[in-house]
């Protein structure tokens, strides 16, 4: 890395170890994602990979329906995409990126490709690291399994809906 903090390349100091969701993903399941991860962002994407925004924490606390987990089980594509999201280059200074931060009044930026694709994310976390001198440790392994679980009934053997499920 060379030249001033404010000239370094966003692609120096980006977040790369990434959770995504899909954008037919609960609002649930991306809660529980970044809870159990300790995320604070979460990149969206279709289901072809195409970058849509991104969810944070505020906006899904903003969307939390007080009537029980089972109403937030609306897709991410229902609370996402419905502002211009600014987003910087790997290549844009540390600078740029942190003015475009100030203007949204947002903590992150996704840093897209010349193409569109995601390469990262820039947070407010990434620049105090960067004014740190400190490499943020890649998170490998840092999700665990989901803790959602899905409950389905095993029914009797001749039950007209069901048959039994064979023991292991």
């Given amino acids: 890395m060379t030249g001033t903090l404010e000239e370094r390349p966003v692609g120096e100091a980006m977040s790369t170890d990434l959770l995504t969701v899909t954008d037919t993903e609960s609002a649930l399941l991306a809660w529980e994602l970044m809870r159990q991860g300790g995320y604070h962002h979460v990149p969206v994407l279709s289901a072809d990979g195409c970058f849509i925004d991104v969810l944070d924490a505020e906006t899904l606390a903003a969307a939390w329906d007080s009537g029980g ?40 930026l996704p840093v897209l490709e010349e193409d569109g694709r995601l390469a990262g994310l820039f947070t407010a976390r990434d620049l105090i690291a960067l004014a740190a ?21 095993v029914l009797p053997a001749g039950h007209p809906r069901g048959s039994v499920i064979p023991p292991s």
Wanted: no cysteine; proline share 15%; net charge positive.
């Fill in 69 to 108: 987990p089972d109403r937030m089980r609306k897709p991410v594509g229902a609370l996402v995409g419905h502002r211009p999201l600014p987003h910087v280059r790997p290549a844009d200074s540390v600078a740029t990126a942190a003015r475009e931060m100030l203007a949204a009044g947002t903590d992150f």
């Fill in 133 to 153: 001198g400190v490499r943020r440790p890649a998170r490998s392994g840092h999700v665990p399994t989901p803790a959602l679980y899905r409950i389905e009934p």
